[in-house]
């Protein structure tokens, strides 16, 4: 089974800063990946998918990016309704897995 | 308006049975793969099985493979999760998750969830 690493597991920041997640795999899945965002009480929002394309409706100041083993979202200028907690996942095999999670949190 | 509605969740003894279900709207059932996503409290998100447009393809974590059974009836836009031999470990909030396409494994719609408790 394919192994996602994510770091930081938290990240403490302000409205506006730049913020990056990283996400690792235990080996290539090539750009078969996924970034979710998860609210309390609220399902998981699909934000990315291959790596890099944008899901319809997400705002632009998210990006991924990455390929292999090594990928990165970016939030360029976080927003207050942005603290939440963002998952990675690999689909380039099954079974499918997701990222430990990284919360970030009003600094 | 894409809808997920689970259910079927509840306290159950470790060693039972439990059939979760989701109903699907607003989209053509039979053109997309569905999945089960499962989130233990206070814990991160696991996947637990999908199910291809067709049935063709079937695939389970680990973690539930010889216990769990996923299934789909495409004339009733339904998604099943029949869970045998529960464990202590299997409980969770379990999602139902539409997939962006036939057997991709990205999951763009999810469900409010079902509360599924293990204890005795």
């Known amino acids: 089974d394919i192994q996602m690493t994510q770091s930081p597991s938290t990240l403490s920041a302000s409205v506006g800063d730049r913020v990056t997640i990283t996400c690792r795999a235990s080996q290539s899945i090539s750009s078969w990946l996924a970034w979710y965002q998860e609210k309390p009480g609220k399902a998981p929002k699909l934000l990315i998918y291959?790596?890099?394309s944008l899901e319809s409706g997400v705002p632009s100041r998210f990006s991924g990016s990455g390929s292999g083993t090594e990928f990165t979202l970016t939030i360029s200028s976080l927003q207050p309704e942005d603290f939440a907690t963002f998952y990675c996942q690999q689909y380039n095999s099954y079974p499918l897995t997701f990222g430990g999670g990284t919360k970030v949190e009003i600094k | 308006e894409v809808q997920l509605v689970e259910s079927g969740g509840g306290l159950v003894q470790p060693g039972r049975s439990l059939r979760l279900s989701c109903a699907a709207s607003g989209f053509t059932f039979d053109d997309y793969a569905m999945h089960w996503v499962r989130q233990a409290p206070g814990k991160g998100l696991e996947w637990v099985s999908g199910?291809?447009?067709?049935?063709?393809?079937?695939a389970y974590a680990d973690s539930v493979k010889g216990r769990f059974t996923i299934s789909r009836d495409n004339a009733k836009n339904s998604l099943y999760l029949q869970m045998n031999s529960l464990r202590a470990e299997d409980t969770a909030l379990y999602y139902c998750?539409?997939?962006?396409?036939?057997?991709?494994?990205?999951?763009?719609?999810w469900g409010q969830g079902t509360l599924v408790t293990v204890s005795s």
């Open positions: 998750a539409k997939d962006i396409g036939k057997w991709l494994g990205v999951f763009d719609y």
């Open positions: 291959k790596a890099s």
């Open positions: 199910i291809s447009w067709n049935r063709g393809s079937i």
